[in-house]
């Protein structure tokens, strides 16, 4: 490599920042016995250490190099009648300005390439920064999804419960009467089981079993009479697994019941039945 270009290199060699083709490079041009390039890699190493070295001593070492320019600089006489003469220079010295100038040009190397490095760690950094909030927002959304289901199951359950609750003040009644329905359709294991109290004034309906209904349908239980036959008692939709309980309008106080069943009908249901009866129930074998 050409001696102008491993000069180019000398400041980066200061700092340890050669790779190791480049170190090789410049140490080979160093043992081959460059003066010059050795001088000025000193130079710029001692450059590099009062960057990093602490104020105080900074101080200190700047006094004490330019004592040794001032010496270096001073000229030399033999007596006090003696003509100052020009120092001579020796072969390959450095003369002190020279010193100063690459000094100068050092500082300002080593600080053009402390402010890259320092520019890189800053991208690295806002780099690992982002990468560290997309994953603490893509955390945030998890737990905010399980915190959305958690809240739709605890509504599920507070309904179940409210749902067990109506049920069981109906069946608590004195005069509850409980009708059982048995599967005359399609769902062969679907069961359930009507409360109706007239002193508290509520029916309900216990059902499971039964199939989710398609789009636009849905379940409706029917009182049947003797005087209007089909009468509409309600719709339901059953829960996705378990039981579902239901509420149920009270039957006609004036009419002799017969039976109840429970139809699938279109959504919001209809005022007489016109689907596929699911399940069915005498209410003469009513307790």
């Known amino acids: 490599?050409?001696?102008?270009?491993?000069?180019?290199?000398?400041?980066?060699?200061?700092?340890?920042?050669?790779?190791?083709?480049?170190?090789?490079?410049?140490?080979?041009?160093?043992?081959?016995?460059?003066r010059e390039c050795r001088?000025?890699?000193e130079v710029l190493k001692e450059a590099a250490a009062l960057i990093a070295m602490p104020k105080g001593e900074e101080s200190e070492a700047k006094r004490r190099s330019e004592?040794?320019?001032?010496?270096?600089?001073?000229?030399?006489?033999?007596?006090?009648?003696?003509?100052?003469k020009p120092a001579a220079r020796a072969p390959g010295a450095v003369w002190p300005w020279r010193v100063a100038t690459g000094a100068a040009l050092a500082v300002a190397v080593l600080m053009g390439l402390m402010l890259q490095s320092g520019t890189a760690q800053l991208r690295q950094m806002r780099r690992i920064q982002r990468a560290q909030v997309a994953m603490l927002e893509g955390q945030a959304l998890e737990l905010s999804r399980k915190l959305n289901a958690a809240q739709a199951e605890i509504a599920e359950l507070s309904r179940v419960l409210d749902e067990r609750m109506r049920l069981e003040g109906v069946l608590m009644a004195p005069d509850a009467r409980i009708v059982r329905l048995e599967p005359v359709g399609p769902a062969k294991a679907a069961r359930a089981t009507v409360v109706i109290s007239h002193k508290v004034g509520k029916a309900v309906i216990d059902a499971a079993g039964l199939?989710?209904?398609?789009?636009?349908?849905?379940?409706?239980?029917?009182?049947?009479?003797?005087?209007?036959?089909?009468v509409p008692a309600g719709t339901f939709t059953p829960a996705p697994q378990g039981e579902t309980v239901a509420p149920a309008e009270m039957p006609p106080g004036k009419e002799r019941m017969l039976a109840a069943a429970v139809t699938l009908e279109p959504t919001p249901g209809m005022p007489k039945p016109t689907g596929e009866m699911y399940l069915k129930g005498s209410l003469a074998e009513a307790r």
């Open 1 to 34: 490599m050409e001696h102008d270009k491993i000069k180019e290199l000398l400041p980066l060699a200061a700092i340890d920042k050669l790779d190791p083709d480049q170190a090789r490079i410049v140490a080979e041009h160093l043992a081959s016995g460059c």
């Open 39 to 41: 001088q000025e890699l």
């Open 211 to 230: 199939p989710q209904p398609p789009p636009g349908k849905t379940y409706q239980l029917w009182w049947i009479t003797k005087q209007r036959g089909p």
């Open 67 to 84: 004592e040794s320019l001032s010496d270096q600089s001073a000229p030399q006489t033999s007596t006090a009648d003696a003509a100052p």
